[in-house]
């Protein structure tokens, strides 16, 4: 069991986009690279949920089943945050996906949250991006790679994005893999506020034998 250890928000991974400034995004793949045991990235995009709204929409919105009703309440946030999807398969448009996206767990009584944490929100959410690219197949690639090319921050150029979508559109058919690190999740000592945070920890040979999968196929 990994001891108790001190830390603060910034030594998580996800920290630096914000805090390395102008060149946040190079500094993240990087740091994901290493992670990844060297694992090349030779592009990098970020997107806000605003930016994954107008993707959506440019879509025409996106079929998917939300396995349960997701419900928050937070008149105190700037601006206030209210979530409210339906359990159930519908289409998501611009203005929900971003609801269903941010939601982690409910403080509304008589709803829940994922029964497992982030693990559940992850899965889920890993589901949602297969269901959209396999949907955007269907649908006017240009169209949807220009919605992305403006609403992301890359290092794409429009060049290799609209070869991208005109080679897909050739193929009739994408098959998308989802991976999730393998480890552990510990939570922090307590810090000098009263809180505590959670971390995952990657387990370095069931990650190594992830890449080898990655990279190799299954034997």
């Known amino acids: 069991e990994r001891p108790e250890f001190k830390s603060s928000a910034t030594q998580k991974i996800n920290s630096i986009y914000n805090t390395e400034k102008e060149d946040g995004m190079q500094k993240l ?4 690279s290493d992670v990844l045991q060297g694992m090349p990235l030779h592009y990098y995009m970020a997107v806000d949920y605003e930016g994954v709204g107008n993707i959506v929409d440019a879509m025409g919105g996106v079929e998917f089943h939300v ?22 398969l519908q289409v998501l448009d611009g203005e929900n996906v971003m609801e269903f ?8 009584p008589g709803y829940r949250g994922y029964p497992d944490g982030d693990e559940g929100r992850i899965r889920t959410q890993q589901a949602f991006m297969i269901a959209a690219f396999e949907q955007a197949m269907e649908g006017d690639l ?12 890359s290092d794409f150029t429009w060049g290799t994005v609209a070869k991208l979508a005109t080679k897909a559109m050739g193929s009739g058919s994408i098959e ?18 009263s809180t505590r945070l959670s971390f995952h920890f990657p387990d370095e040979e069931k990650l190594t034998e992830m890449m080898d999968l990655i990279y190799n196929g299954p034997q």
């Open 29 to 32: 793949a990087k740091a994901v």
């Open 176 to 193: 998308v893999t989802t991976w999730k690190v393998p480890g552990e999740a510990y939570m922090s000592a307590t810090n000098r506020d």
């Open 67 to 88: 396995p349960f009703h997701m419900k928050y309440s937070d008149p105190t946030d700037n601006p206030p945050l209210y979530i409210d999807v339906e359990e159930g």
């Open 142 to 153: 240009l169209k949807i790679a220009g919605a992305v090319f403006e609403n992301v921050d």
């Open 101 to 108: 996206l941010r939601f982690r767990k409910t403080n509304v």
